[in-house]
């Protein structure tokens, strides 16, 4: 529950009987914020007494017409509004974080998909509130359940590692404006994360085999790639792999990975290379995935439809196929560190934290190593 603008009109958003959130508008100006301020707390209070939320009648307050212009110059002392603190809010802060973020090597796609997760996400529940006068308890934790009894836009409750993540990028935004001393608290100081669940990976090479015979030709293509070379998909690195990194003489790939902000160069299998070979002249775009001669900017979808014309029950995501990738190597016995570098990982203990329950029978060779006592 809760009041905000939106488009200069003010919102107020509360949960009905079922558990659904609602929206429920107000108009623009002080008189409309009168009203949005007393049926938010209606809504409170019918919560809080068990009642019926009052839905469709609210109590309208009327306010005072101004004051002649005469009487106003009369006025010396300023009068404190508690209704809209002084000092930056979080929508003006926000906007300039996106700012700092494009002057500072940030990639055009990740600050495109910040700037909607702000517009659409947060700036609806925070937007409007002055940050400095924002606390951890009466502000963050409401906001942080928000997203935790809400569903996303797929219609399914959020995941604890999204429910995080909105939480590590809203973190970003205060330690921004700290340091550049725009505001000076960060409400978001004292949050503790959830712990995530792990995701079970299910894929396996059959089952990628029998999607991508369901497939349509670039998605395929696009998969087979991924797999093949361990790529993040989509933007970050397969679909911005151009042939210019592809060294066809080598057999080699480069490929930026812009969360690290370094290349890595991956062997490319013989039977791959001879298809980068045939696929090369044609292509029109320089992007190794394309589509009608057009690079592509997302492949979800078209992988998703794969899988269901394939039949594959349980959960996947593109993303899987650079995870067995790198399964794969390790069951058969591949060096942890060189698969470690294949991936760009920057830590080796990044790989091992992922992927070392992949090492078939290395615990018990490292026990049989032991000496007997007896």
Known sequence: MGVYQRDGRWMVFYHDESGKRRDKSFGRGDNA????????????????????????????ITLPEPAPVKVIEEITTPVKDDHFPQGMTFRELAAKYLSHLKVSGRTENNTRKLAKMVENQ????????????????????????????????QGRPRSQLTVNRYGDYVNAIFNFGVTTGLTKVNPMKGRKKSREKPRDVQLTVNDVKRIMDHAEPHVRWAMEVCFSLGTRP????????????????????????????????????????EKMKG???????????????????????????????AGIKYPVRMYDLRHLFATTMLSKGADLAAVSKLLGHSMISTTTSH????????KERAVSLLPELV
């Not at 690195?237 to 066809?248: G, Q, R, Y």
């Not at 930026?256 to 490319?268: G, L």
């Open 122 to 153: 947060f700036n609806p529940l925070i937007g409007d509130r002055a940050v400095n006068s924002m606390t951890y308890i009466d502000d963050m934790v409401p906001f942080i359940q928000f997203f935790q009894e809400t569903d996303g836009k």
């Open 234 to 273: 989509g933007e970050s690195e397969l679909l911005a792999l151009k042939w210019d990194h592809i060294d066809l003489e080598k057999g080699i790939a480069k490929i930026y990975a812009s969360k690290t902000k370094t290349y890595r160069s991956v062997p490319i299998a013989p039977a791959l290379l």
């Open 33 to 60: 914020y009168a009203q949005a301020d007393a049926f938010n707390s209606a809504v409170i209070e019918a919560k809080d007494q068990g009642q019926a939320i009052p839905v469709l009648q609210t109590k309208v």
């Open 355 to 362: 992927y070392y329950h992949c090492l078939e029978g290395e």
């Open 279 to 309: 696929k090369k002249p044609s292509s029109m775009s320089g992007y190794v995935i394309e589509w009608r001669g057009q690079p592509i900017g997302m492949i979800r979808k078209g992988f998703r439809r794969a899988c269901e014309r």
